[in-house]
């Protein structure tokens, strides 16, 4: 079984910058692409950014793309998402995701193991 352990998140001033990270329990975790996804209140969750399991291959949201980074160190099992140039709208619980089995990358159903979520919160 995969945990995942979101951290990073909080409150922030507009055109602030936040760091995410998510720590996973095992090391083949590596083996995986792994993704970012936000769901803010009253709304669906939605694809933010997607790493490949070696870190040469990334997608980014059309809304974050340009502000946000995602990055993964696999020697101490961490995806990292790397926000700037934050928004109120970027206002949201941040998850993180592993994709086992292949499926479209922006989809929720193609990801198989979720963390808990950690807050943003983007101040006008």
């Known amino acids: 079984q995969v945990q995942l352990v979101e951290s990073g998140g909080g409150l922030v001033q507009a055109g602030g910058s936040l760091r995410l990270s998510c720590a996973a329990s095992i090391r083949t975790i590596s083996s995986y692409a792994m993704a970012w996804f936000r769901q803010a209140p009253g709304k669906e969750r939605e694809f933010v950014a997607r790493?490949?399991?070696?870190?040469?291959?990334?997608y980014y949201a059309a809304s974050v793309k340009g502000r946000f980074m995602i990055s993964r160190d696999n020697a101490k099992n961490t995806v990292y998402l790397q926000m700037n140039s934050l928004e109120p709208e970027d206002t949201a619980v941040y998850y993180c995701?592993?994709?086992?089995?292949?499926?479209?990358?922006?989809?929720?159903?193609?990801?198989?193991?979720w963390g808990q979520g950690t807050q943003v919160t983007v101040s006008s």
């Open positions: 790493i490949s399991w070696s870190g040469g291959s990334t």
């Open positions: 995701a592993v994709q086992v089995n292949s499926g479209s990358y922006y989809d929720t159903g193609s990801y198989d193991y």
